[in-house]
Antibody, heavy 117, light 110 residues
Framework: EVQLVESGGGLVQPGGSLRLSCAASGFTVSSNYMSWVRQAPGKGLEWVSVIYSGGSTYYADSVKGRFTISRDNSKNTLYLQMNSLRAEDTAVYYC???????????WGQGTMVTVSS | SYVLTQPPSVSVAPGKTARITCGGNNIGSKSVHWYQQKPGQAPVLVIYYDSDRPSGIPERFSGSNSGNTATLTISRVEAGDEADYYC?????????????FGGGTKLTVL
């Protein structure tokens, strides 16, 4: 069964850091485009970052320079390192696989990140 | 950056047809994908590449895309279709690739 399971969310103070993980099963992370998408409380979906199968990475302007996407092929796991966190980064963070590249086919259950003092 | 516009809400009676629109500049030249999100759950892809359905999605869900408007159509609406629906495109007009979502439409089944 194809599955994504996120972890690592929690409460962090403004300016702090957090690393999210997304463990995949049923497919190979490194063979697909993989993204992080977030959803602020009561708001819509916002794409955050992508890592291509070839390793190239891209970021939304709102997180560029603060967030870093990466993967560990041996663990079949996707990561999102989040630094210099702000209140506006508070959201549920989903990882998603993109076998069709332009769409998000499989989503994890999400992990909540709250940035507050 | 590219902007997608959806109506905040659409209401429909059970058994009727719901149409949810997604507006964008010349969106007909792009591929549009649609997601269903029920409260407390992750989004689910229901239509990809304008009108294709992933396996497991009922035939009642269909999509079209032309000009400046893409449309998700849900026929014979059921209570279980009540959810938020988001359209999405891939945009390459800026200096980096960007996956853009519409603001979402809340479908209410009366």
């Amino acid at each position: 069964e194809v599955q994504l399971v996120e972890s690592g969310g929690g409460l962090v103070q403004p300016g702090g850091s957090l690393r999210l993980s997304c463990a995949a099963s049923g497919f190979t992370v490194s063979s697909n485009y993989m993204s992080w998408v977030r959803q602020a409380p009561g708001k819509g979906l916002e794409w955050v970052s992508v890592i291509y199968s070839g390793g190239s990475t891209y970021y939304a302007d709102s997180v560029k320079g603060r967030f870093t996407i990466s993967r560990d092929n041996s663990k079949n796991t996707l990561y999102l390192q989040m630094n210099s966190l702000r209140a506006e980064d508070t959201a549920v963070y989903y990882c998603a696989s993109q076998p069709r590249r332009n769409a998000f086919d499989i989503w994890g259950q999400g992990t909540m990140v709250t940035v507050s003092s | 950056s590219y902007v997608l516009t959806q109506p905040p809400s659409v209401s429909v009676a059970p058994g009727k047809t719901a149409r949810i629109t997604c507006g964008g500049n010349n969106i007909g030249s792009k591929s549009v994908h649609w997601y269903q999100q029920k409260p407390g759950q992750a989004p689910v892809l229901v239509i990809y590449y304008d009108s294709d359905r992933p396996s497991g999605i009922p035939e009642r869900f269909s999509g079209s895309n032309s000009g400046n408007t893409a449309t998700l159509t849900i026929s014979r609406v059921e209570a279980g279709d009540e959810a938020d629906y988001y359209c999405q495109v891939w945009d390459s007009s800026s200096d980096h690739p960007n996956w853009v979502f519409g603001g979402g439409t809340k479908l209410t089944v009366l």
